[in-house]
């Protein structure tokens, strides 16, 4: 079961901004870096932002992360059809001894 | 460029042992831990557990633990994933990840999955 909760669907009109939650607790992103992923239809997962808010190179600067405590956020800003996807939420828990991911979120472009 | 290659798609019956394989290519294998993730039909991603391919040090996901293995072989740079009893509910996409990312949180290493193979349909059905 995941232990990090992510809101099940997000939507916006192309060039708007949406943005996506990820709550957790002290022992995840409380206390570790957290790591988001995009996930496109029928394709492996990719790693969008890292480290809160670092992005690898290749991933636009239309993605943005920040963290807050025990909760963190995935920015998208612009948002293009391209981006229609699910995107994941990660970061490794001190109590559980392993990673956990979000539930994860289905960005919608209407 | 880093790349994880994964083997082909699997049909098998219940009961059946099965091992699928994760191989590397672009860098040194030995260096980053490998992790597999679960998807099962529909669902989000589940971490199975990790595997440090210098000594096959393991890390197994509560879940996980007792019902898969991970092993490696130094010599091909591939790491494996087995069941020797599947069952139906083992019906999944499995990815390995390389844990290659780094980071410093308060003087501590932290590592994340950065790289990820394209993934592994395994159908267990009778």
């Known amino acids: ?110 | 460029e880093v790349q994880l290659v994964q083997s082909g798609a699997e049909v098998k019956k219940p009961g059946e042992s099965l091992r699928i394989s994760c191989k590397d290519s672009g860098y040194t294998f030995t260096t980053y831990w490998i992790s597999w993730v679960r998807q099962m039909p529909g669902q989000g991603l589940e971490w199975m557990g990790k595997i440090d391919p210098t000594d096959s040090d393991t890390n197994y996901g509560p879940s996980f633990q007792g019902h898969v293995t991970f092993s490696v072989d130094k010599s091909t740079n591939t790491a494996y994933l087995q069941w020797s009893n599947l069952k139906a509910s083992d019906t999944a996409m499995y990815y390995c990840a390389r844990e290659g990312g780094i980071t410093m949180v308060r003087g501590t290493i932290k590592y994340y999955m950065d790289v990820w193979g394209q993934g592994t349909a395994v159908t267990v059905s009778s």
């Open chain 1, 1 to 110: 079961q995941s232990v990090l909760t992510q809101p099940p669907s997000a939507s916006g009109t192309p060039g708007q901004r949406v943005t996506i939650s990820c709550s957790g607790s002290s022992s995840n992103i409380g206390s570790n870096p957290v790591t988001w992923y995009q996930q496109l239809p029928g394709t492996a997962p990719k790693l969008l932002v890292s480290t809160d808010n670092q992005r690898p190179s290749g991933v636009p600067d239309r993605f943005s992360g920040s963290k807050s405590g025990t909760s963190a956020s995935l920015a998208i800003s612009g948002l293009q059809s391209e981006d229609e996807a699910d995107y994941y939420c990660a970061a490794w828990d001190d109590s559980l001894n392993g990673r956990v991911f979000g539930t994860g979120t289905k960005v919608t472009v209407l």
